[in-house]
C-alpha cells in the first residue's frame, strides 16, 4: 500500500509539474502573457482552481497536439482582433456580426485554448469558474449545454453522479477525460423532459439568437426545484456574439421569472483590463424551478 501511494503521489506530482512547465513556457515566450501574469492578483495564482484550469489546459494541448507556440500565436490573433472590435464598438454600438464583419477566423480546437488561457489570464473568466465551482451543488444529474474545452465539466464533475453533455462538435479529448459521461455532437432540443437536477448554460446564450428559447427548454428539462447556472455578457464586442443582454438586466430578469425561474443568486462581474469607453462584463446566476 506504501508502494502504490507513493507511486500514485509520484504521478500526481509529475503531472503538476508538467503542467506549470506548459505555462512557464507560454509566459516565457510572450511578453504579453507575461505581463498579464505579473499583474494578476497572488491569491488568484494561489488558488487551487488556477492549478486545476493549468493541468486541464496542458492535457488538452497535449491530445490535441497544440504547441506553446501555437497557442500564443492564436490568443494574440484574438486579442489583437478582440481590441478591434472593442473600438469599433464604441464607435458604433454594433457588434461585429451586427456590422456585418466576420473576416476573423479559428479552428474550435484553438478557440477552445484562447478561452483556457483567458481563464488563467483575465480575473473575470476566472470569477466566472470560481462561482461556477462555488455554486454547482450536489446532486444526480447534470446537463452541459455547448462544451468547449469541457474545463467547466472538468471543474464541477465531482458535483454529479451522471453528467450529459451536447454541443454541435464535441473533442475527443472529452471522451477519454469523461468516459462516463453521455456526450452528444448535436443540438439540444429537450429530449429529456423532467430529468435533470442543474443545467449549465456557461457564456453560451449571447451566441443566440433567442436566449429565451433555450431557458424555456431548459425550464422543461428540469426537475422540480432544478437549477440552471448561467451568464449573459453585456458589451462584449466578441466575433461570435449576437445578443446583448441590457445594463440592468430588468427585462432578462422578468423574463425568466415569466419562465417559472427564480433567481437565487446573482452577481455582476465586470471587466478590468479596458481603457476604452466602454463597459463589458458578465453576470452570473442562478435559477430555480419553482
Same mark, same amino acid.
Given at each position: 500500500?506504501?508502494?502504490?501511494?507513493?507511486?500514485?503521489?509520484?504521478?500526481?506530482?509529475?503531472?503538476?509539474?508538467?503542467?506549470?512547465?506548459?505555462?512557464?513556457?507560454?509566459?516565457?515566450?510572450?511578453?504579453?502573457?507575461?505581463?498579464?501574469?505579473?499583474?494578476?492578483?497572488?491569491?488568484?495564482?494561489?488558488?487551487?482552481?488556477?492549478?486545476?484550469?493549468e493541468k486541464?489546459?496542458?492535457?488538452?494541448?497535449?491530445?490535441?497536439?497544440?504547441?506553446?507556440?501555437?497557442?500564443?500565436?492564436?490568443?494574440?490573433?484574438?486579442?489583437?482582433?478582440?481590441?478591434?472590435?472593442?473600438? +469599433?464598438? +464604441?464607435?458604433?454600438?454594433?457588434?461585429?456580426?451586427?456590422?456585418?464583419?466576420?473576416?476573423?477566423?479559428?479552428?474550435?480546437?484553438?478557440?477552445?485554448?484562447?478561452?483556457?488561457?483567458?481563464?488563467l489570464f483575465?480575473?473575470?473568466?476566472?470569477?466566472?469558474?470560481?462561482?461556477?465551482?462555488?455554486?454547482?451543488?450536489?446532486?444526480?444529474?447534470?446537463?452541459?449545454?455547448?462544451?468547449?474545452?469541457?474545463?467547466?465539466?472538468?471543474?464541477?464533475?465531482?458535483?454529479?453522479?451522471?453528467?450529459?453533455?451536447?454541443?454541435?462538435?464535441?473533442?475527443?479529448?472529452?471522451?477519454?477525460?469523461?468516459?462516463?459521461?453521455?456526450?452528444?455532437?448535436?443540438?439540444?432540443?429537450?429530449?429529456?423532459?423532467?430529468?435533470?437536477?442543474?443545467?449549465?448554460?456557461?457564456?453560451?446564450?449571447?451566441?443566440?439568437?433567442?436566449?429565451?428559447?433555450?431557458?424555456?427548454?431548459?425550464?422543461?428539462?428540469?426537475?422540480?426545484?432544478?437549477?440552471?447556472?448561467?451568464?449573459? +455578457?453585456?458589451?462584449?464586442?466578441?466575433?461570435?456574439?449576437?445578443?446583448?443582454?441590457?445594463?440592468?438586466?430588468?427585462?432578462?430578469?422578468?423574463?425568466?421569472?415569466?419562465?417559472?425561474?427564480?433567481?437565487?443568486?446573482?452577481?455582476?462581474?465586470?471587466?478590468?483590463?479596458?481603457?476604452?469607453?466602454?463597459?463589458?462584463?458578465?453576470?452570473?446566476?442562478v435559477i430555480?424551478?419553482?
Amino acid at each position: 500500500m506504501l508502494v502504490n501511494w507513493q507511486n500514485h503521489y509520484a504521478q500526481k506530482l509529475t503531472g503538476n509539474i508538467r503542467c506549470m512547465e506548459f505555462l512557464q513556457n507560454l509566459i516565457s515566450q510572450s511578453r504579453l502573457l507575461e505581463v498579464l501574469h505579473e499583474n494578476l492578483p497572488a491569491e488568484m495564482k494561489s488558488d487551487p482552481l488556477y492549478l486545476q484550469v493549468e493541468k486541464y489546459l496542458a492535457a488538452y494541448c497535449d491530445f490535441n497536439n497544440i504547441s506553446a507556440e501555437k497557442a500564443i500565436h492564436e490568443y494574440t490573433r484574438y486579442i489583437s482582433q478582440y481590441n478591434k472590435d472593442c473600438k +469599433a464598438f +464604441a464607435k458604433t454600438g454594433e457588434y461585429p456580426l451586427e456590422a456585418d464583419k466576420t473576416e476573423f477566423t479559428i479552428s474550435r480546437e484553438s478557440y477552445d485554448v484562447v478561452l483556457m488561457l483567458s481563464v488563467l489570464f483575465t480575473r473575470h473568466r476566472f470569477s466566472i469558474m470560481s462561482l461556477l465551482q462555488q455554486y454547482a451543488g450536489d446532486a444526480t444529474e447534470a446537463l452541459y449545454i455547448g462544451l468547449g474545452s469541457g474545463l467547466e465539466i472538468d471543474l464541477t464533475k465531482n458535483s454529479f453522479r451522471h453528467i450529459t453533455g451536447y454541443d454541435l462538435t464535441v473533442n475527443d479529448f472529452l471522451a477519454t477525460k469523461f468516459p462516463s459521461a453521455s456526450l452528444h455532437s448535436t443540438l439540444y432540443t429537450g429530449q429529456q423532459a423532467d430529468h435533470f437536477d442543474a443545467i449549465f448554460l456557461i457564456e453560451l446564450l449571447e451566441h443566440l439568437d433567442d436566449p429565451y428559447d433555450l431557458i424555456k427548454i431548459c425550464y422543461n428539462s428540469l426537475k422540480k426545484n432544478g437549477r440552471v447556472l448561467l451568464t449573459t +455578457a453585456t458589451d462584449i464586442p466578441q466575433f461570435d456574439h449576437l445578443y446583448k443582454f441590457a445594463v440592468d438586466h430588468m427585462d432578462f430578469e422578468e423574463k425568466i421569472k415569466a419562465i417559472g425561474f427564480r433567481i437565487v443568486f446573482k452577481e455582476k462581474i465586470t471587466h478590468q483590463y479596458l481603457s476604452i469607453n466602454i463597459s463589458p462584463c458578465n453576470h452570473f446566476y442562478v435559477i430555480e424551478k419553482a
